[in-house]
Every structure is written in structure tokens, then in C-alpha cells.
């Protein structure tokens, strides 16, 4: 026997505005949801990671001034330095250059960009500049446990959309649920602006506002003292508030986006006939972290990339003193690091000049170097 | 769940279609009391709560079952007492930890529990209480009086339906035909409430906070921004929540009482208190004021008028205490009970002066009518700006208005007068439209009736409405926000 519902009749004068009403708002927050994860995911300021209604944070901006230098500058570096923060703040091209006497400029980001992103930076770097005689990975041995967040609106993905490889001129849609909730999100901020825009004399530019939290620069005022210190960013004082010490992991073990990524920067080095060199950033010989995975992972990861040259020793331990907190270094640690580091690349250098580049496989590492 | 949401649009549509779905009246009271259910879990934190809500809820029934069985006047002294004190103990009364020797505060600083609209609860409880003494209150059981207590559309913050109303409208279940029309009213009331919560409600708050900063010394415009501003504010937010109640509460078969009734026409105090927050003036009416009043008069027959000023003072006291726990809303309570009682004197007074005839000859002049809305509008503002910040606060605020008014005549000769100017004239036409108040309002009713009278014209604004307001909600989760949360639910 066949089901038939039985709805009292009278029952209709309350069911069917109802029905309507809720048919109504969900289609209301639909729509809402497909124009503005459309406008989201399609409309790129200048810079494309920059929302074009509030003003970057210092981190935003410090994310994206490499891929910035790499999309709109021309200039010829002898050696460019790619990585995280400790990169950043610990490598000065004009000490390296000093030492070595190669041009160099310090393209490290953020540790939140993770390898995918350096990979982004480099691409873009070779696609506008004279190719480099060597790219040098600096990170910290600290943070190779940390896995990048998958959920889209973290900064590697935002990278990724901003600077990657995407179809000029076609509409794009939004990949998962999850960017349909940010490129949404960010849609409405857009299609605010945009409005405010049209009634506004002066447009907002987030370029021009201050920082968010910074009242000192604004995203261009920032980005001239980068360029001017060749990405480099000396951080202020002697040593950070809460001092140098560690936070003490039992053990550093290797996360799964390092292997690929780095293999696939060697491949595009290689390609390019570029020297991919590995150098970690010295951290504070106070330090009671296992680092062993990470040796066990970089002795592999030389034997089985050719083009892939690790200097040795390669966990550097630096006294407290030269120390900005336990992972970055201060003025008098940026100078040894950056001396030290040009010596060695002017080495590997002369040394790839004469035969296929050599393997630096000095035997376990030891704390001899520590000052 | 934030009543002024999509969740709640989505949750109370969705429990509209499966009530009327539903055949019988047994299985519409399951469907709402799950209804009531859904509404309520998420707004109980923890497991010490939930503890606390079910002894509340079998304590006060099993009082109300004694007072059925042994009828004592005494019985109820005695459970309405102790309801109030245990409510006093979870309101975390400042004042009363400071005095009592019992580290009320510190307990519940350790042990937070958060018992949704206890204070309605309590209501609702005493009002049974008393009606079931004298024996007017209909047949109840613990499946009514937990329905009755815990209905999804009153628990939060009211409006406080009387039991024997709520009965009626249980037994009944919207079983009767109803017409589309009122469907359609009922729903346009829900997102008129929504849209007073959301958009006018959530504007003034931010108009008053960006005028009141604190440590601050405020101008002259910054002191009348934060008068006018926090009462516009919780006009919209309260009349805004009490719309969506009703209109949901009518579309599952429940007509509540109503709470507003275009309070800021009010001509005196006690003219307000009887247009907002009604259903707790006539609670309090019924169960303070007349209660206490009765006893007084049959002690004192002598000096039943005096009386009745000392308990007028008392219950509008109650009624601003009632609110929150602060010193603010001591004084907040002072003003409206000092209000109401120089009312009552300032009638009498009247009455007496100028006899029967040349007093109703006075309370229909125009001119009397418009400067006694104005000053009560203002006497309203000034308390319940005790009410949105602290009493040093609300002083310092007022005291700038005065000095800064004092000196107005000197600092408006070097004024840009732009903005003053526009401000005279909104503050001419309101004067203008409050004076020909009877005739605005009947144009825009005639306007409103014109709309109701028509479905098609009823679906088109609906449907306006309602994608004007999910827009809104769409924008607030763009930007993180929090669905605006309706004041009166702390109390």
C-alpha cells in the first residue's frame, strides 16, 4: 500500500509561509555564499595576499616581501637565501658579501610558509631575475617537527593562491567547502571595499595604512627598509624580553613535508644549474633537544640528492651572547653567522667550479664551533 | 542558541513544519517540549548546572505540590523565601557577599553554574505559588508545569506568561484553523525583532560606546549621545527579542502577553513601567505592589494613601533591582521608584487642587501632554543610564551635560554650525511628530493595515525581510561576529 501523508488542511496556512521563509533564507545565504567566495577567490589587490580592506599585519608583510622582490624586481644576486624567520633575521647579505664578496639577498619569509612556499619564492625569483650561482635553504633545526595546517586561510594556502600558478583571466571556483568559507569571508570584505570605494575620494589602500598593531611603518614605509638592508631584518636589542632560552623538546623528529620539498628545490635547482645548499641556523648551545632524526634525515637526504650539498657541521650551537632568543640571532651572532656562512659557500663554490659538486659529509657534528 | 540568529530562523521554522505535521495534541506537546529541549541544551554549560536547573525545577514543583495539598499561607511565605534566597544566591549579589560571612562569590568564582532565565523561572513560580494559595490557578502536573517553565519562547527573558493561559493554549495546540495572513504577520513579527536586535539595536550600542570612553571626560555631545543612545539600544534590543518570542511563540499555536506599548509616549513613570516590560510591571503590580499593598491598608487603614506611596517606591525598587547586581542598578532602581511614588503624590495632589473637571481639562491639553512625554522621557534616560554604566560613571556623564550646558550660550558663538543645525532640525521634526504623535501613528497604521489586508503585498515584504536578514546574518559570520546577544537574557 502506497504512503500517503496526512496533513490536516488547516495545517497549510502555517506550513506553507513557513516552507517559503526557510526556502527564502537558504537561498538568500546561498547565493551570498556563491557570488562572494566567487569575488573572493577571483579579485587580487596589490599585493594579491593583502585584503583590500583592512591593513596587513607585520607578519603579512614580512610573509610576502620575498615573493614581492621576486615578482617585481630585475637585479642580479650572486647567492639568495631562502627559509623561515631565523633566515630572515640571521643572515645579513652585506656582512656574507663582505666575507665572500658575492651579491646576495635574503629572501626568508616566515616558517609558516613552509617548504611549499620557499618553493613558490624561488620559482618566482628565476622567473624575473638572472639565474644565481647558489641558493642557500636556511632554517632553524628547531621547527622541522612542525607540520603545516591544511585548513585553507593559513598562510601557506593564502600563499599559494596569491603567488602560484593560476589561470589568468578564467573565473575560478573555490576548490572544498573549507575555501568556500574563507574566499566567502573574504569576499565580503572585498565587496565592502569596493563599495566604500566607489563612495570614497581617496580609495583605502592597505599599502598605506599603518600595520595593524604597528604604528611605526606601514606595508611600503616596511618593505623600503627591507629592500634597503637586502631583506635582511636586524631584530632590535641585544636579546629578546624573555631571554634565550629554549623551550626544550624532548626530540626534533622530521615532518612529512620536508623530504618532498626539499627534493623538489634540489630538482629545480638542478634544472636550473643552480648549487642548492642546506645550512641550518645556529641555535642556543644551551639547548637540550635530541636533534639526531634531523642529522639521520640530512645525511640521507645528501646521499641521495647529488645536487644537494649540506654544510657540516650541521647543527651550530652559539652561545648565549650572540643570541636574540633561542633560535634567532643578535647583531654580533648575525655578523659570525654571516661571515662564517659566506666562507663556506665561497668555498663550495670554488670547489664546484673545479669537479661535480662535492658532498660535505664531515662526520657527526660537534659543538666545536660554538664561540 | 542566540535567539537573534539564522540557527534560531532555521531551528524555529523547522519546529513550526514538524508541530503542524503532526496529527494530534499529544504528539504537537511531545514535539514542542523536544522543541523546548533543543532550544535549552546548548545554553546550559555544565553538568553542575544541569544539576542545579533539575533540583530548581522538582524543588519548586514539589513546593507547589504542598501548597496544593496542605493550602497554608505560611507554606507559602515559606517557599517563596527560600526561592529568593537561593536566587539571590546565584545572582552573586555584591553587596550581599560583602555582608554575609560565607564566601558566596569565591563558590561560585570556583563552581560557576548558569541557570537560563531562572529569574523568569522564579516568576513564573511565585505567580503559580500564589494563585494556587488562593485558589485560582487551573490543574497542573509535572508534565504541564515543566512545559509551562521551560516553553523554548518564554524561558530566556519572558515575556512572563500567567499559567492558566498558558493551559489554555497547551490543551488547545493550534488545533483551530487559522489563515494564512496571521502566518504571515506572525513571521514578519519575528524578523522585525530580529532586524531591532541585529541591525537598530546593535547600531546604538555602538554609537553608545563609542561615546561613553571611559577615564574620559565627555563633551557635550558625547554626555547626550550616551543618554539617548543605551535607551534606544535597549528598547530595540528587548521590544526586538519580545517580537521574535511572540512571533514564534503565535506560529506554534501560544499567544503570549505583549511587552511594549510605544513606551517613550509615556507621560509619567508609572505610565512607562505600564508600557515596558509589561508582563513584569503587572507581575510586580500583582505580586508586590498589591500584595503588600493589601496588607498595609487592612493593618492601616489611616494611612493607606501614604502607604500606597512607600509601596509604589518599593516595587519599582524591586523592579530596578531586579536587574543586576551593582550599584548602578541600586540607583536605578531609586530613580524609577522615586519616579513612580512623586506620580502617585503629584495625581493626588492634582486631584485634589484642581477637582474633577479642570483635571481632566488638564490631562487633555496638548501642550501638558507634550512637555510631561518629554520630561519623562528624559527622567527615563537619565536612570537607565545608571543602568548602562556604574554610578560614578553616570554622574560624570551628567555632570559634563550640565556644565557644558551651563556655558552653551559662550561656546556657541565659535561653533561650526553644520551639524548643531541639522541636529535642531531632526530635533524640531521629532518634537513636531511627538506633538501630532496620534496623527503619525494612525497614518502609518492605516498604512500597516492596508499592507496586512493584502497577502500578496504581505509575501512581497516577507520575502524582503527575510532576505534582508539572512544577509545580515551572512555578514555577521563574514566578519566573526557573535549573533547579538539579547540583554535581558542575563538578567
Known amino acids: 500500500m502506497a504512503f500517503r501523508p496526512r496533513v490536516s488542511l488547516q495545517a497549510w496556512p502555517r506550513l506553507a509561509p513557513t516552507a517559503a521563509i526557510l526556502a527564502v533564507a537558504f537561498l538568500t545565504v546561498a547565493m551570498l555564499a556563491a557570488v562572494t567566495s566567487l569575488l573572493g577567490e577571483n579579485y587580487r589587490a596589490d599585493p594579491p595576499f593583502l585584503d583590500p580592506f583592512r591593513a596587513p599585519t607585520r607578519d603579512e608583510a614580512m610573509l610576502i616581501?620575498?615573493?614581492?622582490?621576486?615578482?617585481?624586481?630585475?637585479?642580479?644576486?650572486?647567492?639568495?637565501?631562502?627559509?623561515?624567520?631565523?633566515?630572515?633575521c640571521s643572515i645579513d647579505p652585506a656582512e656574507f658579501q663582505?666575507?665572500?664578496?658575492?651579491?646576495?639577498?635574503?629572501?626568508?619569509?616566515?616558517?609558516?610558509?613552509?617548504?611549499?612556499?620557499?618553493?613558490?619564492?624561488?620559482?618566482?625569483?628565476?622567473?624575473?631575475?638572472?639565474?644565481?650561482?647558489?641558493?642557500?635553504l636556511a632554517v632553524t633545526p628547531d621547527d622541522f617537527d612542525v607540520e603545516i595546517p591544511a585548513a585553507f586561510g593559513a598562510a601557506p594556502h593564502r600563499f599559494r593562491w596569491a603567488y602560484g600558478p593560476h589561470r589568468g583571466g578564467s573565473l575560478r571556483l573555490p576548490e572544498d567547502l573549507e575555501s568556500v568559507e574563507f574566499f566567502a569571508r573574504r569576499g565580503v570584505g572585498v565587496g565592502l571595499a569596493l563599495w566604500e570605494h566607489r563612495l570614497a575620494e581617496r580609495p583605502f589602500d592597505p599599502r598605506g595604512a599603518f600595520l595593524d598593531g604597528v604604528n611605526?611603518?606601514?606595508?611600503?614605509?616596511?618593505?623600503?627598509?627591507?629592500?634597503?638592508?637586502?631583506?635582511?631584518?636586524?631584530?632590535?636589542?641585544?636579546?629578546?624580553?624573555?631571554?634565550?632560552?629554549?623551550?626544550?623538546?624532548?626530540?626534533?623528529?622530521?615532518?612529512?613535508?620536508?623530504?618532498?620539498?626539499?627534493?623538489?628545490?634540489?630538482?629545480?635547482?638542478?634544472?636550473?644549474?643552480?648549487?642548492?645548499?642546506?645550512?641550518?641556523?645556529?641555535?642556543?648551545?644551551?639547548?637540550?633537544t635530541d636533534y639526531e632524526p634531523v642529522r639521520t634525515w640530512l645525511n640521507t637526504l645528501a646521499r641521495n640528492c647529488p645536487h644537494l650539498t649540506v654544510i657540516r657541521p650541521d647543527i651550530l650551537f652559539y652561545s648565549p651572547a650572540l643570541c636574540w632568543d633561542y633560535q634567532h640571532l643578535n647583531a654580533e651572532g648575525v655578523a659570525e653567522f654571516s661571515r662564517s656562512l659566506g666562507?663556506?659557500?665561497?668555498?663550495?663554490?670554488?670547489?664546484?667550479?673545479?669537479?661535480?659538486?662535492?658532498?660535505?659529509?664531515?662526520?657527526p657534528a660537534d659543538r666545536s664551533r660554538v664561540r | 542558541m542566540a535567539v537573534c540568529s539564522l540557527g534560531f530562523l532555521f531551528f524555529c521554522g523547522a519546529a513550526v513544519i514538524v508541530f503542524h505535521l503532526a496529527p494530534g495534541k499529544r504528539l504537537r506537546q511531545v514535539i514542542l517540549a523536544c522543541t523546548s529541549a533543543l532550544f535549552l541544551a546548548p545554553l546550559v554549560p555544565n553538568l553542575r548546572s544541569w544539576i542545579w536547573f533539575a533540583a530548581v525545577l522538582v524543588g519548586t514543583y514539589l513546593a507547589l505540590m504542598v501548597v496544593r495539598a496542605r493550602g497554608r499561607g505560611a507554606v507559602v511565605a515559606a517557599a517563596a523565601t527560600l526561592v529568593l534566597l537561593f536566587y539571590l544566591y546565584l545572582k552573586r549579589y555584591r553587596l550581599l557577599a560583602e555582608i554575609i560571612p560565607f564566601p558566596l562569590a569565591m563558590d561560585m568564582r570556583l563552581h560557576p553554574v548558569e541557570l537560563v532565565g531562572l529569574s523568569y523561572m522564579i516568576f513564573k513560580f511565585i505567580h503559580m505559588l500564589v494563585d494556587q494559595w488562593q485558589g485560582q490557578l487551573?490543574?497542573?502536573?509535572?508534565?504541564?508545569?515543566?512545559?509551562?517553565?521551560?516553553?523554548?519562547?518564554?524561558?530566556?527573558?519572558?515575556?512572563?506568561?500567567?499559567?492558566?493561559?498558558?493551559?489554555?493554549?497547551?490543551?488547545?495546540?493550534?488545533?483551530?484553523?487559522?489563515?494564512?495572513?496571521?502566518?504571515?504577520?506572525?513571521?514578519?513579527?519575528?524578523?522585525?525583532?530580529?532586524?531591532?536586535?541585529?541591525?537598530?539595536?546593535?547600531?546604538?550600542?555602538?554609537?553608545?560606546?563609542?561615546?561613553?570612553?571611559?577615564?574620559?571626560?565627555?563633551?557635550?555631545?558625547?554626555?547626550?549621545?550616551?543618554?539617548?543612545?543605551?535607551?534606544?539600544?535597549?528598547?530595540?534590543?528587548?521590544?526586538?527579542?519580545?517580537?521574535?518570542?511572540?512571533?514564534?511563540?503565535?506560529?506554534?499555536?501560544?499567544?503570549?502577553?505583549?511587552?511594549?506599548?510605544?513606551?517613550?509616549?509615556?507621560?509619567?513613570?508609572?505610565?512607562?513601567?505600564?508600557?515596558?516590560?509589561?508582563?513584569?510591571?503587572?507581575?510586580?503590580?500583582?505580586?508586590?505592589?498589591?500584595?503588600?499593598?493589601?496588607?498595609?491598608?487592612?493593618?492601616?487603614?489611616?494611612?493607606?494613601r501614604y502607604w500606597s506611596y512607600a509601596l509604589l517606591f518599593f516595587a519599582l525598587f524591586v523592579a530596578g533591582v531586579w536587574h543586576g547586581t551593582t550599584d548602578g542598578f541600586i540607583m536605578f532602581g531609586v530613580l524609577n521608584g522615586l519616579g513612580a511614588a512623586v506620580t502617585r503624590a503629584y495625581g493626588d495632589v492634582l486631584r485634589a487642587v484642581l477637582g474633577r473637571q479642570r483635571l481632566h481639562v488638564y490631562l487633555h491639553s496638548p501642550t501638558v501632554r507634550l512637555v510631561a512625554i518629554v520630561l519623562t522621557l528624559h527622567y527615563v534616560c537619565i536612570s537607565?543610564?545608571?543602568?548602562?554604566?556604574?554610578?560614578?560613571?553616570?554622574?560624570?556623564?551628567?555632570?559634563?551635560?550640565?556644565?557644558?550646558?551651563?556655558?552653551?550660550?559662550?561656546?556657541?558663538?565659535?561653533?561650526?554650525?553644520?551639524?548643531?543645525?541639522?541636529?535642531?532640525?531632526?530635533?524640531?521634526?521629532?518634537?513636531?511628530?511627538?506633538?501630532?504623535?496620534?496623527?503619525?501613528?494612525?497614518?502609518?497604521e492605516r498604512f500597516v493595515l492596508w499592507i496586512g489586508q493584502r497577502n500578496g503585498w504581505l509575501s512581497a515584504v516577507l520575502c524582503l525581510q527575510c532576505m534582508f536578514v539572512a544577509g545580515m546574518f551572512f555578514v555577521d559570520w563574514a566578519f566573526q561576529q557573535e549573533p547579538p546577544p539579547v540583554l535581558y537574557m542575563a538578567f
Open chain 2, 384 to 444: 537607565q543610564l545608571f543602568f548602562a554604566t556604574d554610578v560614578d560613571r553616570a554622574l560624570a556623564i551628567l555632570g559634563a551635560a550640565g556644565s557644558e550646558l551651563l556655558y552653551l550660550p559662550s561656546t556657541l558663538s565659535s561653533y561650526s554650525w553644520q551639524g548643531p543645525a541639522i541636529a535642531i532640525a531632526i530635533g524640531t521634526l521629532l518634537l513636531a511628530a511627538l506633538w501630532k504623535s496620534d496623527v503619525a501613528g494612525s497614518i502609518i
Open chain 1, 343 to 363: 666562507n663556506d659557500v665561497v668555498r663550495l663554490l670554488s670547489r664546484e667550479a673545479k669537479s661535480p659538486l662535492e658532498k660535505e659529509l664531515a662526520g
Open chain 1, 98 to 136: 663582505q666575507a665572500s664578496g658575492l651579491s646576495a639577498y635574503n629572501l626568508g619569509s616566515m616558517g609558516s610558509l613552509g617548504l611549499d612556499g620557499y618553493r613558490l619564492i624561488l620559482q618566482l625569483y628565476l622567473r624575473n631575475h638572472p639565474k644565481p650561482r647558489a641558493v642557500v
Open chain 1, 216 to 288: 611605526k611603518y606601514t606595508y611600503l614605509s616596511l618593505e623600503r627598509r627591507v629592500r634597503q638592508s637586502r631583506g635582511f631584518w636586524a631584530l632590535p636589542g641585544k636579546h629578546f624580553a624573555i631571554g634565550t632560552d629554549a623551550p626544550n623538546k624532548p626530540t626534533v623528529t622530521v615532518a612529512t613535508q620536508w623530504d618532498p620539498g626539499v627534493k623538489e628545490l634540489a630538482q629545480i635547482a638542478d634544472a636550473n644549474g643552480i648549487a642548492l645548499i642546506v645550512r641550518l641556523v645556529p641555535i642556543v648551545n644551551t639547548v637540550k
Open chain 2, 138 to 304: 487551573a490543574p497542573f502536573n509535572l508534565w504541564t508545569y515543566l512545559n509551562y517553565q521551560l516553553s523554548f519562547f518564554t524561558i530566556t527573558a519572558g515575556p512572563i506568561q500567567r499559567y492558566n493561559d498558558f493551559l489554555r493554549y497547551w490543551e488547545e495546540m493550534d488545533l483551530q484553523p487559522s489563515d494564512t495572513r496571521e502566518s504571515l504577520l506572525l513571521w514578519i513579527r519575528i524578523l522585525t525583532g530580529m532586524i531591532k536586535v541585529g541591525v537598530l539595536g546593535t547600531y546604538a550600542e555602538t554609537v553608545f560606546h563609542s561615546a561613553n570612553r571611559t577615564h574620559v571626560v565627555p563633551t557635550l555631545s558625547e554626555a547626550l549621545l550616551c543618554l539617548y543612545a543605551y535607551p534606544v539600544y535597549l528598547y530595540f534590543n528587548f521590544s526586538g527579542y519580545t517580537d521574535i518570542v511572540l512571533g514564534a511563540g503565535g506560529l506554534l499555536g501560544f499567544r503570549l502577553p505583549e511587552n511594549f506599548n510605544r513606551p517613550w509616549l509615556a507621560r509619567n513613570v508609572l505610565d512607562f513601567w505600564d508600557r515596558w516590560h509589561i508582563s513584569l510591571t503587572h507581575w510586580i503590580r500583582d505580586y508586590v505592589f498589591m500584595a503588600s499593598y493589601k496588607l498595609a491598608a487592612t493593618k492601616f487603614p489611616g494611612g493607606a
Open chain 1, 65 to 88: 616581501y620575498p615573493a614581492e622582490y621576486a615578482l617585481k624586481s630585475t637585479e642580479y644576486n650572486d647567492v639568495v637565501f631562502l627559509g623561515d624567520s631565523t633566515c630572515r
